[in-house]
């Protein structure tokens, strides 16, 4: 489904990643892990088309998406839930969740809506009420409506338990399983590489701006370098 | 008592044309992040569209308005594109010195085309008036008129950005371009439509400002532009209701100077309350500070 090819990225004079090749496939959730400063948003952003790669390519449903600018992206089906959230803060939950479905015909919008109530209960409670009102884990819950209310065949998630209290971390793992079940293929980036491991059908260990390591989820986890650089032991 | 219903109406109505001209400055500061000081000297244009449409074609005057915004909206898109968009990713100082190298631009443009002479504006709306209280109260047709453009306007911006797509778009955009973009928002074409919504607006200003005074040079916009620039950021930039806040509550305390105490100091006196404004509350009046959660 998205095969990216030899990328890399500069913020100015900084090589920030270096080579990095990677895909996944239909149907799969596919992990990118790694400490901070590593490079994985980074990676997110120039798939997205927000940040570009000097060399290389990225090909998403066998579409080069070489120029096509950030925002003809998601019309081609990619959902990008970015890091921090980042919820428009001075609107409602309603007018955030219908802005993910900017790209969607009219009438696609009720339904999704009700998909994403159904998946999220909590933000059909607070429709009418501005996002900046809301806790970061409704926050984050948010984020997570707003990239599926675009129908998305992929949705990537840029660490979606990144300040969240260990039983909403949980509570966004079990989403994020339930979302793959139901056929949605996942690339997510996390800090949490044990439970961002847990899930993932396949993960790609990154060490600044390169790829380390790859193999099953399960195989990471029992790999005794990434038990000591990132399961603490 | 008569004295302080005309000041207070010719206040409301000088303070609704700066309302109109901030929500130029408002809407694309929201948006843009800038300052477009040229944003004075689209209202100036405006007015010279009007004027030529009446005088030297003959038209009505209301043909001469929809000219006029037509004009303005094509400009204010047409500087977007050449001016400020190269500039997208530059430091806001060079967009900003961008914007007062174009203000000039259209100043010297408007005296090449129409000279520097002083024309005669015939105001659109007519000279009549209504006397109220047995003649003690009047109350101008182009003092209404300028009100009710106001109200309009702000209730038609007010509706189209909570309830329209590409308003709502305009929001999100003004929140987070990133974002934005990843929901599929065009960005660039969000930034040249609220130019070309602040140029109309600039256009409809220009016609009322003139039908006012009925005088028009081609640095007629410059003070109302800086005025409304003033306006904008004591109601809170970025705010519509604040734009409108401010314009009001600008003209009436012009007015009120010019009045009772002097026209020397209006400025000084506008510009003295927007410091204790910014002082008290740095946002503005109605200016927003939602805190982010991280």
């Known amino acids: ?233 | 008592m008569m004295t302080f219903l005309t000041n207070l109406v010719s206040g409301i109505s000088l303070g609704s044309v700066y309302a109109i001209i901030a929500l130029g400055y408002t809407m694309v500061y929201g948006i843009a992040k800038m300052l477009n000081f040229a944003h004075g000297d689209v209202i100036m244009v405006g007015a010279y569209i009007s004027f030529c449409t009446t005088s030297y074609l003959a038209l009505p005057a209301w043909v001469s308005v929809i000219f006029a915004i037509v004009v303005c909206t094509a400009l204010g898109v047409v500087i977007e594109g050449l001016a400020y968009k190269p500039l997208r990713q530059a430091g806001s100082l060079a967009v900003l010195i961008t914007a007062i190298g174009v203000s000039y631009f259209l100043q010297n443009a408007a005296q090449l085309i129409w000279t520097s002479n002083t024309k005669v504006f015939t105001s659109v709306v007519g000279s009549g008036s209504i006397k109220l209280f047995n003649g003690q109260l009047t109350i101008t047709v182009a003092a209404l008129v300028t009100v009710a453009a106001c109200i309009i306007i702000m209730v038609a911006l007010t509706l189209f950005t909570t309830t329209t797509k590409m308003g709502k778009a305009m929001r999100a955009c003004s929140e987070d371009k990133g974002a934005a973009q990843l929901m599929g928002i065009n960005v660039n074409r969000t930034i040249s439509m609220t130019f070309a919504i602040g140029s109309a607006l600039a256009a409809i200003a220009g016609v009322l400002l003139c039908s006012s005074y009925n005088t028009l040079i081609p640095t007629t916009g410059a003070m109302p532009g800086i005025k409304a620039f003033t306006a904008a950021v004591f109601g809170g930039i970025g705010s519509i209701p604040g734009a409108l806040l401010g314009g009001i509550l600008l003209g009436i305390i012009e007015v009120f100077t010019n009045s009772y105490l002097s026209s020397e100091l209006s400025l000084a006196i506008v510009f003295g309350v927007l410091i204790v404004v910014l002082l008290v509350r740095p946002s503005g009046l109605l200016g927003k500070y939602v805190p982010e959660k991280v």
């Open chain 1, 1 to 233: 489904m998205l095969k990216v090819n030899d990328i890399n990225v500069y913020y100015g004079a900084i090589h920030a990643i270096k080579g990095v090749s990677f895909e996944v496939n239909d149907g799969e959730i596919v992990t990118l892990i790694g400490a901070n400063g590593a490079g994985k948003s980074t990676i997110l952003n120039t798939v997205c088309g927000l940040l570009r790669s000097r060399t290389g390519s990225i090909e998403f449903l066998d579409k080069n998406l070489g120029s096509i600018p950030a925002h003809k992206i998601v019309e081609l089906g990619m959902a990008h839930v970015p890091e921090g959230r980042r919820v428009f803060l001075q609107m409602t939950v309603e007018e955030n969740l219908e802005m993910g479905a900017y790209t969607q015909p009219r009438s696609t919008i009720d339904p999704n809506l009700e998909r994403v109530y159904d998946q999220f209960p909590r933000l059909k409670e607070r429709r009418k009420q501005i996002a900046g009102t809301l806790s970061g884990g409704e926050q984050q819950m948010l984020a997570m409506g707003r990239g599926l209310m675009s129908n998305p065949k992929l949705l990537m998630l840029d660490e979606p338990s990144m300040g969240l209290a260990p039983i909403l971390v949980e509570q966004i793992f079990d989403i994020i399983k339930r979302l793959h079940e139901r056929g949605t293929t996942i690339l997510l980036v996390e800090q949490n590489a044990r439970m961002a491991l847990s899930v993932a059908d396949r993960g790609y260990v990154l060490e600044t701006g390169k790829i380390v390591a790859t193999g099953t989820g399960g195989e990471l986890l029992r790999d005794e370098a990434v038990k000591r650089a990132y399961l603490g032991g």
